[in-house]
């Protein structure tokens, strides 16, 4: 199975959804990012390395990648981290509409707020959210690695 989570630079929301995602998905899933505008390579935040840094993840080496149909065509299950990313998506691939979702879908359609450009703390609150919806969309997801 494999997963993709899209944000809009791919250098803070879904890179750290990526690194997080490993903690609630086996290595039989495989988990990639992308940002609908990213600016390829560019590295990703330092707040967000430093978040995952403090849950023992290392998101250091990522660089941004730009979505492409080829990444949404490969990709079992697609998680976005606002509804208008989602709704972009799904006009953008309407042929691959059924697996696009908000990453907050199972917990009360909330979306993952942006941190670029806030405190240490703001991207800290950024991984509790993603954590918690993290955890139920592996719980939905039991079974179908």
């Given at each position: ?110 979306e993952v707020p942006d941190p670029w450009g806030g ?27």
């Amino acid at each position: 199975m494999r997963l993709l989570f899209v944000c809009t630079g791919n250098t803070c929301r879904s890179p750290m959804a990526q690194g997080l995602a490993k903690l609630y998905f086996s290595n039989k899933v495989e988990v990639v990012s992308a940002g609908i505008n990213a600016f390829e390579t560019e590295p990703v935040s330092s707040n967000a390395q430093k978040v995952l840094w403090e849950k023992g993840i290392d998101i250091s080496e990522h660089r941004a990648v730009r979505c492409s149909k080829e990444l949404i065509e490969g990709a079992d299950f697609i998680f976005t981290m606002t509804k208008a990313q989602e709704s972009y998506l799904s006009c953008t691939y309407p042929q691959y509409k059924d697996k696009i979702r908000c990453l907050g879908y199972l917990s009360g359609d909330k979306e993952v707020p942006d941190p670029w450009g806030g405190s240490i703390e703001t991207y800290r609150r950024c991984a509790i959210e993603m954590e918690k919806m993290l955890g139920k969309i592996a719980q939905e997801l039991q079974g179908t690695e």
